[in-house]
């Protein structure tokens, strides 16, 4: 299941301090700017409120870590989740299974961007597409959401990451001015 929060403008991070376990307030507050703040505690709420509507779980989920970061819920391990956020949107899937989210802002990039990270398929797409900054968007949130799911982070050859992932849910919302990509294990 996913879960939105599409009012990051109206969501007040402070107010949401004393809903939080102390592990995560602490992150909250590590954060220098509020968009920081509130995209870390907003994420938190979502994953809390999908435990408790997909599971029962009403106990405040506490984090542990795999070898390159990716976070895991401590004493669950049956339950997965990933979580993503942008200026617009934070987001949270969870799920039986492993799972990759990924959410960005559309915006310009830069060439130098393209040729690090996409191979030459890629690029040809990037140039034919209407958007090349949606299309480029697009791809980008598909490879995170890969490494997502893996827990491998950006840690290998970008170019190769959606080699033989054919089953990526992409949604790109020109409105709200965000594109993101899932993908299940």
């Known amino acids: ?26 992150q909250v507050l590590k954060y220098k700017y509020e968009l920081g703040r509130k995209t870390c505690a907003a994420a938190y709420l979502l994953l809390c409120e999908g435990l408790r509507k997909e599971y029962g779980i009403t106990d405040l989920p506490v984090f542990g870590y795999g070898e390159h970061g990716k976070p895991f819920l401590e004493g669950l391990p049956d339950i997965h989740f990933n979580i993503s956020h942008c200026r617009e949107t934070v987001v949270c899937a ?6 990759g989210i990924d959410v ?3 915006h310009s990039f830069r060439e130098s961007l393209v040729a690090y990270t996409m191979n030459e398929k ?14 480029f968007i697009r791809l ?7 490494l997502k799911l893996t827990g491998e982070g950006i840690s290998r050859d970008l170019k190769t990451v959606l080699i033989g992932k ?20």
């Open 122 to 135: 890629e690029v040809e797409q990037i140039k034919r597409a209407e958007r090349s900054d949606v299309e």
């Open 94 to 99: 969870i799920a039986r299974r492993p799972v």
């Open 166 to 185: 054919e089953k990526i849910e992409t949604s790109v919302n020109i409105e709200k001015n965000y594109i993101s990509s899932i993908i299940f294990g």
């Open 104 to 106: 960005e802002s559309i």
């Open 1 to 26: 299941m996913v879960y939105w929060n599409n009012d990051l403008a109206n969501f007040d991070w402070e107010a949401a301090l004393p809903l939080l376990s102390e592990q995560r307030r602490q």
């Open 140 to 146: 980008w949130t598909m490879k995170e959401a890969v």
